[in-house]
């Protein structure tokens, strides 16, 4: 029994280090134990989480409609034997506030494989997701530019085939959209000028900028005469992963 306490206190002075809220429930789903850092970011007390029955201890995180898949995943975790699940919820702290969390359950199990109870941790991803929703803005704004330049333009990636087209290429070629990005480089300019546009693809990958003049095919067969101006796109690592073609009449 005093060793049994010994690692009761061991392990939970452990678990008070961690800037992660946690709680500790036995295999009626009760609460057990909850860490200070619960406290600190959810704003309740541990004496009004430990001893909180499955239900009540939901009722003050998670909304209501949330509530039945929570319970059933705390239960299931109970029944499982060294298996991690993780959800996302927008937990409820006592102020009302929403923190965007991942939820994680992991089964407690002694060294003799008997199942003990659950741990559930929550880790904050507010600036994760803060992060995302300025990426996603960031990428929308980059879509509306691109899509509303004024000058004919596409998107390839680093082999010429053609990803996307602007609303520009669609009014000058005369062409749907659709029939633009599946349409072969011959189909829409001289067979001639295909060799040209590939040269230019490949020293724009290379060298960073190039240009050719071509004969572009419009949907009504009318020939005219453009160059072509081709710009890299890189990652972080200096890569070229796509290009971005203009179209200037000649």
């Known amino acids: 029994e005093e060793e049994i306490a010994r690692t009761k206190t061991y392990f939970e002075t452990l678990l008070e280090g961690v800037a992660t809220p946690i709680w500790l429930f036995d295999l009626d789903g009760a609460v057990t134990y909850a860490n200070s850092t619960s406290e600190e970011i959810l704003g309740y007390k541990k004496e009004e989480c430990v001893g909180n029955s499955l239900d009540e201890f939901l009722?003050?995180?998670?909304r209501t409609k949330e509530i039945p898949e929570a319970k059933q995943l705390i239960k299931e975790g109970t029944m499982l034997e060294k298996k991690i699940r993780t959800r996302v919820y927008s937990l409820l702290s006592k102020e009302g506030a929403e923190?965007?969390?991942?939820v994680s359950y992991v089964p407690i199990v002694n060294p003799k494989g008997e199942r003990m109870g659950?741990?559930?941790t929550a880790t904050d991803i507010s600036e994760l997701r803060n992060t995302q929703e300025e990426l996603d803005e960031t990428k929308q704004f980059a879509s509306s530019l691109f899509s509303?330049?004024?000058?004919?333009?596409?998107?390839?990636?680093?082999?010429?085939?053609?990803?996307?087209?602007?609303?520009?290429?669609?009014?000058?070629?005369k062409r749907s959209r659709e029939d633009l990005i599946g349409a072969k480089l011959e189909d829409l300019y001289e067979k001639e000028d295909t060799f040209k546009l590939l040269d230019a693809l490949s020293e724009c990958k290379k060298y960073g900028q190039s240009t050719c003049e071509v004969t572009a095919i419009k949907g009504d067969g009318t020939r005219v005469p453009t160059i072509s101006y081709?710009?890299?796109i890189e990652n972080k690592l200096g890569e070229v992963t796509r290009i971005i073609g203009v179209l200037h009449i000649a």
Do not use: W, Y
């Open 99 to 102: 923190i965007p969390t991942l």
């Open 59 to 62: 009722s003050k995180f998670i």
């Open 118 to 120: 659950l741990i559930i």
């Open 148 to 173: 509303n330049f004024s000058l004919p333009a596409s998107l390839f990636n680093t082999i010429g085939e053609r990803l996307d087209v602007n609303k520009a290429s669609v009014r000058f070629f």
């Open 230 to 232: 081709f710009s890299p």
